[in-house]
């Protein structure tokens, strides 16, 4: 007899079976009330209406635009019932007029809908508001920013939309190493003559986060920069600095540095980043952690996608590794079924491992 406590082998039909249902019940009605809204609009049934999907909705000539995206996933991890959820249910709202102020706003419904095979509902509902600022260009090469935005830190934390990234998991790093958002002020900008392009943001904030994540721990007090520098055969780097507190710890001084790369030809890709980060109460409490992922095109639509990880947590002896293969089909470039399978080793912090699965929508 097997032991009720070991992992039970995770059979292929059963999951095809229940991720399609999840899609059927949450997102494939939504893509054809799309499709057929699209459709009527290439009809001239709704001339004064401008869309595509993945593009967003220009509201007539107020300035305003419409988008988002919606995640429907499907998880079969080890130890745990598996899960069906509609995950994300974002809007997009942003204005541009035709002078130096523009707005954007983020807001992201999480765990709209959730359940797992024992019958049991998920985690609660919660609206997160993402990103909320306004924009105003000082010069042609500088733009400041104040409101609530994404941290600056590495690649993946400013792109972070389910249907912009290549996988349904997310690297480790880019969600323990620091707060993901930051309320404050931003300064950015292109410098065309230094460095063939250099983009540069600073950023700072005083803590007090517009309506903080209840299970993430936000900055208390931070100030940072990233720096983006273009690099021979199709290449960028960036380097990261923070300095920060957080709420859950404002005595402990924490310093990040960060550099991260991408490099990208005929639809081959290859993207790393890595974080060091110093805690003013010694080296134990040092974190530190990298990954590399690469995406290779098997056909027009779909994509082979291989990651490795590696992540040291604060007070632990020994890192955390996760290995991820996955495929990517992008049925368009608006909607993207990814599925993977992460293994592990060492893996004290009980991170996420398993089968993953999401479709993804950008409207």
Known sequence: MTPSNVAQPVRAPHILQRFLAAAVRFVVPLCLALAGFQARADENLFSDIDY?????????????????????????????????????????????????????????????????SSGQEGEDHYLAIERLYLDYDVTDFATLRAGKFLTPIGRWNLIHATPLVWTTSRPLITTRTFPTNVTGLMLYGTLPSVANGLEYTLYASQGDEIRPNPVLDPFYEVFGAHAIVPVPLDGQVGISFADFEQEDSPDEKKRLLGLDYVWSRDRYEFSAEGVYRFSGNGRFWDEKGAFGQLVVPLSEKAYAVGRYEYFHPALETEATQLF????????????????????????????????MSSLSILF
């Open 324 to 355: 991820v293969a996955g495929l990517n089909y992008r049925y368009t470039p608006a909607i993207v079924l990814k599925a993977e399978w992460v293994g592990s080793k060492n893996n004290h912090i009980a991170a996420p491992e398993g089968f």
């Open 52 to 116: 595509r999907l993945g593009e967003g909705l220009r509201v007539a000539d107020t300035g305003f635009s419409l988008g988002g995206y919606a995640t429907v996933s499907y998880e079969n991890l080890p130890n745990a019932p598996a899960r069906t959820a509609l995950d994300n249910l974002s809007l997009f709202v942003w204005w541009q007029g035709e002078g130096r102020w523009k707005f954007f706003s983020e807001f992201d419904y999480e765990n709209v809908v959730a359940s797992n």
